[in-house]
C-alpha cells in the first residue's frame, strides 16, 4: 500500500511538475507582456539604406522611414525603443536569435520568409527596379545576360535568379557598395526598392551618369516581421498601424520621407488596411 500511495505521490508531483512548466514556457511565449515589463522594445532596422534607415551625419542617431514608425510602435506599448543596425541578411538571425523583438527594416512579405516569421500588415508598398549607367538599354529583358549587383537577403537578389537565370548575380551587403560595383564597372545594373534606389541616386555626386528602369522587377509589400507564435504582440504592431492610418499619423510619416519637398518623391499610392 505504502509503495501504491507513494506511486501516486510521484504523479501527482510530475503533473503539478508538468502544469508548472507548461506555465512558465506560457508565460516566456508571450513576448509582448516581456517587453512590457522590460519597458524596451528592440527593433531591427536599417543604418545605411535611406530613406528607411540611415545615420545622420549630424546627430549620429539612426533616422528614416522605418525608424518614425518604429517610434510610434514603441511609444504605442509604453516603452523606450532601442534600436539594432542591421543589413537585409541579418533581419531574420536577429528576430530568432532573441536580439531583437520586432524587425522594422524594410521587408518584404514572402511566403519563405512567413515560414519562419510572422508578418504584420502592410505598411509600405514598393517595387524592385534597377540602377544603370545613362547610356544602358531601357527594357528589363536586355539584362537577361547581364552582371547584375544586389544586396544579399533581399527578395530582390532572389527575383533576378528566378527571372533571369542566365545573368551573373553579385550580392553585396549594402546598397552603397552595390552602387560603387556599378561605378567600377563590375556589375552592369543593380536592382533594389524603387524607393531606396531613388534615394540613393539622389544623394550621389555622380547621379547623371545614372538612370532608373521605368519597369519593375517586382511588387512588394513590407510589413513588421515578429517572432512566430507571437499573436499578442504581433496584434498589438497591427492595431497601432491602423491606427496611424486612421489618425493620419501614417501618412505624415509617408510625406516626411517621400512628400514632394523630400529627396525621393513619390505619391502614396497606398493606405494599411486591415487583412481581408
Not at 41 to 68: C, E, L, M, R, W
Not at 71 to 98: D, E, F, M, Y
Not at 158 to 179: C, G, M, N, W
Not at 208 to 225: F, H, M, Q, R, W
Request: charged share 20%.
Amino acid at each position: 500500500m505504502a509503495r501504491l500511495v507513494s506511486g501516486k505521490a510521484s504523479l501527482a508531483a510530475w503533473v503539478l511538475l508538468s502544469i508548472s512548466g507548461v506555465a512558465s514556457f506560457a508565460a516566456h511565449a508571450d513576448q509582448l507582456s516581456d517587453i512590457k515589463k522590460a519597458g524596451v522594445i528592440k527593433v531591427a532596422t536599417f543604418d545605411s539604406n535611406p530613406p528607411f534607415g540611415s545615420v545622420d551625419a549630424k546627430t549620429h542617431d539612426i533616422v528614416g522611414y522605418d525608424v518614425d514608425f518604429a517610434k510610434a510602435l514603441a511609444n504605442s506599448l509604453g516603452v523606450k525603443l532601442q534600436l539594432v543596425a542591421t543589413n537585409p541578411a541579418n533581419r531574420i538571425p536577429l528576430l530568432q536569435s532573441g536580439k531583437a523583438d520586432i524587425i522594422v527594416a524594410d521587408i518584404t512579405i514572402t511566403p519563405e520568409r512567413a515560414k519562419v516569421v510572422d508578418f504584420s500588415i502592410p505598411y509600405f508598398v514598393t517595387g524592385q527596379q534597377f540602377l544603370v549607367p545613362v547610356g544602358s538599354p531601357d527594357k528589363l529583358d536586355e539584362y537577361a545576360t547581364a552582371r547584375i549587383g544586389a544586396v544579399k537577403g533581399t527578395t530582390g537578389e532572389q527575383e533576378l535568379h528566378t527571372r533571369f537565370p542566365k545573368s551573373r548575380v553579385l550580392s553585396y551587403d549594402d546598397i552603397p557598395l552595390a552602387l560603387s560595383a556599378l561605378r567600377n564597372g563590375n556589375v552592369q545594373a543593380i536592382t533594389q526598392d524603387s524607393t531606396i534606389l531613388a534615394g540613393l541616386l539622389d544623394g550621389a555626386p555622380d547621379k547623371a551618369k545614372y538612370k532608373v528602369l521605368p519597369d519593375l522587377l517586382s511588387k512588394e509589400e513590407i510589413g513588421v516581421g515578429v517572432k512566430k507564435g507571437e499573436t499578442n504582440l504581433l496584434k498589438a504592431v497591427n492595431d497601432e498601424l491602423l491606427s496611424l492610418e486612421k489618425s493620419g499619423e501614417a501618412t505624415t510619416i509617408y510625406n516626411n520621407w517621400f512628400g514632394p519637398q523630400t529627396k525621393s518623391p513619390q505619391p502614396r499610392l497606398f493606405t494599411i488596411q486591415a487583412k481581408s
